[in-house]
């Protein structure tokens, strides 16, 4: 690469620290400016200037800034950068709406010379690029339908945080962490036509979704399943693609705390014994020890950046059609949408 490419954080929490060191570690950007409300955090960023005011690194020499903000702030940061004439790398979701998305692909398609990208990483973990392999490659067939199960346990002040709240999240648990297995359904099967669900705040008190159940159709008549649920538990991932010659299941998602346990995909190919199916295919499963997807998202977003070159995934029409595919899920459940989302408020209380 011909230059180096300066790197400004706005948001300097647990994504901004993951941002920084991936930064850190890429041959060709550096970390120059940050911008955070909590002033404890500059500590964890040495060599970097840094500030309260958001707009202090906009307003600097630097040529991409990277978002990690509360969603009611990211579509403003990314839309002041891009007009700044900044490169923009946003975490998802890209803001509270609909109309924060498209907003900012309004300003986009003023600056089309300038590289937009959303965090939806889990499209580069090991796991989901093996499944999306061995599919390509048609040794299992034509893929027939898909299910998908994302949830976490919550936990002690759940309720407080920003994620849980309306003003600042937008949404609840699928707009939160949902969003990525819908994303993953994309990545599979394109997009969908034809939605059915059901959206409940069935235990946490606040005022948006603790779980969302849904069956979507796409236009080859493919269904596939979502669960997204804040009152699992247990954390877990899990997505399974059957195939019309076996089938594939990827479970587990390796983090920074390993909470959801080892990532593994398991294949398998389906099996007829004398003209009837035994149910007890062989199946071979691999491990994956690292993960690989904040690397390979840092590398598209500054390959992009200094040579010009497309954005992989990650586009803003990729963030508009899974925004759109949140809100739709949303919207077809006509009680959840009546109540006003607050269907905690009826419930008896909890029990701790």
Known sequence: MSRTLRCGIVGLG????????????????????????????????????????????????????FVATPNSITPVVIIEALKAGKHVFSEKPPGRTVDDIEAIVRTERERPELKLKFGFNHRYHAGIMEAKRIIDSG????????????????????????????????????????????????????DFVEIKSMVS?????????????????????????????????????GLELYLSDGYLSVNGILSSTRSYGDETITVARRRFDEGFNTGKPTEETIYFDTDPSWELEIKDFVDSCLTGSPIACGTSDDACKVMKLVYAIYENDETFMATGNRAYESRPARRE
């Open 139 to 190: 040794r299992l067939g034509h893929l027939l339908w898909v299910r998908g199960i994302y949830g976490k346990a919550g936990g002690i002040g759940f309720e407080q945080v920003w994620r849980s709240k309306r003003e600042a999240a937008g949404g609840g648990i699928l707009l939160d962490q949902g969003i990525h297995m819908l994303d993953l359904f994309r990545l599979f099967c394109g």
């Open 14 to 65: 647990k994504m901004g620290g993951i941002r920084y060191r991936e930064l850190l570690k890429h041959p060709a950007t550096t970390v120059t400016h940050g911008a955070d409300p909590n002033p404890q955090l500059f500590a964890n960023y040495p060599d970097v200037a840094c500030t309260t005011d958001w707009r202090d690194v906009i307003a600097s020499d630097v040529d991409a800034v």
């Open 201 to 237: 705040t069935s235990y946490w008190p606040i005022d948006v979704e603790d779980n969302a159940f849904a069956l979507l159709r796409d236009a080859q008549g493919r269904v596939a399943m979502v669960h997204s649920s804040s009152t699992h538990w247990k954390h877990r991932f």
